[in-house]
């Protein structure tokens, strides 16, 4: 698994899934679970509160899957930082592909919306990758080094490595077409080297996770390669004997 340096960190992103008793019936099978790397749930926003209050005390961190790039005001229905801060919030997942191709997201827009989580003490989960055209049109990382590059405008790798960063192929996401770990990896690791040509040390410190049709089956080879530090799980992150299974996966070999 990654480097020692590292904790592993496993994010389920839920995506526009799930209800009050479909999330209860989820945290009841995963609460027994021992969890050896840190552990994220990305929830739709109108159940942070209460999933925040339900993991409150666990190892379990509550997240969101957007936020809005300004602090308050006429946005109508939009989230702040602060609104997600105050109902306990740790994380946001920022940049997501569907909201980038979706929702027309731009890198400028997406590191905006990376600065505001930080200023607020929100963990960020920023997103790259690449689509399956600028990928056999061999632009993958001119791709993702520009998305990279947009953030790193605005934060910092210090700042940034208060989140993490998460390599999302769009060509793998729920798709069941996994990235190979030689696929990840290398993109993994140009991300790093990135990353430390403008701060070694931390680019070091800093997690990146691997996201696209990872389940239990493929989890612990994507999870070996030295740069992959965790993952961001949709699908597999409902059902939550699965995601506990990813997440145990990701504590083999880890640093505690
Ligand atoms: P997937 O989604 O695991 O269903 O491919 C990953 C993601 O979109 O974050």
């Known amino acids: ?22 999330n209860g019936a989820w945290v009841s099978a995963f609460s027994g679970v021992d969890t050896p790397c840190d552990v994220v749930v990305a929830a739709p926003a109108v159940y942070v509160a209460e999933l925040a209050a339900t993991f409150a005390g666990t190892r379990v961190e509550c997240g969101a899957q957007n936020l809005n790039e300004h602090q308050a005001g006429a946005y109508t229905g939009e989230i702040s930082a602060e609104m997600l ?12 592909s569907e909201r980038r191709q979706l929702y027309g997201e731009s890198n400028a827009t997406v590191a905006s919306k990376s600065e505001r989580a930080v200023s607020t003490g929100l963990r960020p989960i920023v997103c790259v990758g690449e ?20 953030i790193l405008e605005l934060l910092s790798v210090d700042e940034l490595a208060q989140g993490a960063l998460a390599y999302e192929p769009v060509w793998a996401i ?3 077409r996994t990235a190979t770990p030689d696929q990840a990896q290398e ?30 089956a493929n989890a612990a080879d994507l999870f070996a ?8 799980i949709g699908g597999a992150s409902l059902i939550a004997s699965d995601f506990a299974a990813i997440c145990a996966a990701a504590g083999g070999t880890a640093a505690r």
């Open 131 to 150: 689509t399956l055209e600028e990928r056999e049109a061999g632009r993958t990382f001119q791709v993702i080094q520009a998305q990279l590059a947009a």
């Open 1 to 22: 698994m990654g480097s020692p340096l590292r904790r592993p960190l496993v994010a389920a992103n839920w995506k526009m899934n799930g209800s009050r008793a479909a």
């Open 85 to 96: 801060v105050d109902v306990g919030c740790r994380w946001v997942i920022v940049g997501h």
């Open 187 to 216: 993109v993994h690791a140009a991300l790093r080297a990135q990353l430390a040509d403008r701060d070694a040390g931390t680019a070091m410190a800093l997690r990146i996770l691997y996201g696209g049709s990872v389940k239990p």
């Open 174 to 176: 729920g798709t069941g």
């Open 225 to 232: 390669r030295p740069d992959i530090d965790g993952g961001l």
